[in-house]
């Protein structure tokens, strides 16, 4: 491998479509180090709901960035960037190849491309922000409509830490959020990046999910979030909110039946994949693989891709 260009491969896709399955294949194959882009998955603590890789499977090769921080712990963007790009300049300079794997679209945009200067965290803006949304739900979003029509229809209504983010930049740099983002971006140099994706049948991928949320809950889901909780890491904190840990917790105290919890996951789940499946569209450097990342067939063609790449 070259010192100054290095070989990088990205796999994106939808949540259940076997991208860490590809990903260890593909490193046992062609000397390569995982770095997981997967924003639960840097959580410790969380494996269960998280579909984290086995602890059998991050030793059989290195991994990065798995179990970086407690649940109740704020991991931006920009720390996920540096954090990324320290892994993928140690792997590289060890002349293994770097296979950065997760659904976070928004982590993987820091990565490669970097994140815009944008102001210094307010408190007292965000302290503000945060109180007209207690003082009634959907304030934030509304605002956001008003001033910055294009960003409020990219960021989920119930998505309150975005919104203030999103909020805070408009006034502090007083112009919409997406001028903000046109201001110079430090991207990623001295890689050359090959990205797959993964794109299961929808129909297939849905029950799929099924499958995997009800496996969540009989596998100790409902264990593991108590644990957590015991730990000190209840409702409040941010990473218990997402999908799979807000069900096992309102199962826990007695708001829904395990039925309806592992239902209203796998719903969550599938409505989580689209817009992932809708982010990485976007991005016409992706070479889509049909199928899941276990199929032996999707293996093969991705050898063949990675191949031709780094020949």
């Given amino acids: 491998m070259s010192n100054s260009i290095s070989p990088l491969l990205v796999i994106v896709g939808p949540t259940a479509s076997g991208?860490?399955?590809?990903?260890?294949?593909?490193?046992?194959?062609?000397?390569?180090?995982?770095?997981?882009?997967?924003?639960?998955?840097?959580?410790?603590?969380?494996?269960?709901?998280?579909?984290?890789?086995?602890?059998?499977?991050?030793?059989?090769?290195?991994?990065?960035?798995?179990?970086v921080r407690n649940p109740d712990q704020v991991f931006t963007a920009g720390e996920y960037s540096r954090l990324g790009r320290a892994a993928l300049s140690d792997i590289s300079t060890r002349h293994k190849?770097?296979?950065?794997?997760?659904?976070?679209?928004?982590?993987?945009?820091?990565?490669?491309?970097?994140?815009?200067?944008?102001?210094?965290?307010?408190?007292?803006?965000?302290?503000?922000?945060?109180?007209l949304e207690t003082?009634?739900?959907?304030?934030?979003?509304?605002?956001?409509?008003?001033?910055?029509?294009?960003?409020?229809?990219?960021?989920?209504?119930?998505?309150?830490?975005?919104?203030?983010?999103?909020?805070?930049?408009?006034?502090?740099?007083?112009?919409?959020?997406?001028?903000?983002?046109?201001?110079?971006?430090?991207?990623?140099?001295?890689?050359?990046?090959?990205?797959?994706?993964?794109?299961?049948?929808?129909?297939?991928?849905?029950?799929?999910?099924e499958v995997r949320s009800r496996l969540m809950f009989e596998s100790g889901l409902i264990e593991e979030v108590r644990k957590l909780r015991n730990d000190g890491f209840g409702p409040q904190a941010k990473a218990m909110e997402s999908v799979g840990y807000r069900q096992a917790q309102a199962l826990i105290d007695g708001k829904c039946t395990e039925a309806e919890a592992i239902a209203d996951t796998a719903l969550r789940t599938a409505q989580y994949a689209k817009r992932q499946m809708t982010w990485f569209r976007r991005d016409a450097e992706v070479v889509w693989l049909d199928g899941f990342g276990e199929d032996s067939a999707v293996q093969s063609l991705a050898e063949s891709h990675l191949n031709k790449f780094l020949g």
């Fill in 19 to 67: 991208k860490s399955a590809l990903a260890l294949h593909l490193a046992t194959r062609f000397a390569g180090e995982i770095v997981n882009c997967d924003s639960l998955q840097i959580y410790s603590g969380m494996d269960i709901g998280t579909a984290k890789p086995s602890l059998a499977e991050r030793q059989s090769l290195p991994h990065f960035l798995f179990d």
């Fill in 97 to 131: 190849l770097p296979i950065v794997t997760g659904g976070a679209g928004f982590y993987l945009k820091a990565l490669l491309e970097g994140l815009f200067p944008g102001p210094q965290r307010s408190d007292e803006i965000r302290e503000r922000l945060r109180q």
């Fill in 135 to 209: 003082r009634r739900d959907g304030t934030l979003h509304r605002i956001l409509s008003c001033w910055d029509s294009g960003t409020a229809l990219r960021i989920h209504g119930n998505d309150v830490n975005k919104l203030i983010r999103a909020l805070e930049v408009i006034l502090v740099e007083r112009q919409p959020l997406v001028m903000a983002h046109r201001k110079e971006r430090n991207r990623l140099e001295g890689f050359r990046i090959f990205k797959i994706g993964l794109n299961p049948v929808r129909a297939e991928l849905r029950k799929r999910i």
